[in-house]
């Protein structure tokens, strides 16, 4: 019973490594689409290893403001999907 209803979560940076963890784990059987910035975006160096981790796929979201940004998370591995919004990110275009 309510399965069929995609869940989708977002931490907004509030947990720290071990709750994000602990939480993603328990948050398994329940189907979640994906989780949204579940640490700070200051310890993005810590995404890696809670996307190894978390059986819930990791979005990218404050951590995310510039294609600089959208590298580095590449690079790292850090997520699975990335949120784009134009309000963060200014416009299509930088000068
Ligand atoms: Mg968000």
């Known amino acids: ?10 931490a907004n940076q509030g947990w720290g490594f071990e ?3 602990t939480t993603l784990k328990a948050l398994e ?4 689409q994906h989780c949204e910035e579940p640490l700070p975006r200051w310890a993005f160096m810590q995404l890696p290893e809670i996307r190894r981790q ?6 990218s979201d404050e951590t995310c403001c510039d294609h600089n940004d959208v590298q580095r998370l590449i690079d ?3 997520c699975d999907l990335i949120n784009i919004k134009l309000g963060k990110s200014g416009a299509f275009l930088k000068h």
């Open 1 to 10: 019973m309510g399965y069929e209803i995609p869940l989708r979560v977002d």
């Open 19 to 21: 709750e994000a963890i």
């Open 29 to 32: 059987p329940f189907n979640i």
């Open 54 to 59: 978390s059986p819930v796929r990791i979005m």
């Open 76 to 78: 790292l591995k850090a």
